[in-house]
């Protein structure tokens, strides 16, 4: 173990500008002056997608298909968790009825992903 320590470089210690960089709460983003807040403003429903990490889901094409799929906005839309087999994600309360009876349709675009509601 010594041996294979030696041939790596000397541990360094981290400027204190690095642990408060870490530490600080994170800022939200501003357009015009304004604070934007991103999703829903209110409590959201989650919904289940049947695409994950394995079929290469990613947040940036999985908020346009939702849109488009469930007839919503991008701020109904709140978190997007993708997992290995699945992708889980939140409609404001407002918008998930509407969400839910349009997302059953088929999507000629993605005909295997299937929408459904996140039970319990």
Known sequence: VRRERSRRPAPEELPASAQAAREAPVRRVERDGKKVRRGPKEEGVWFR???GREKNADPRWILPLLCRRGEVTREEIGKIVVL????KFEIAKSAAARFSKASRRPDPKMPGARIERVKG
């Open 49 to 51: 997608l049947s695409l």
């Open 84 to 87: 290995p087999k699945e992708t």
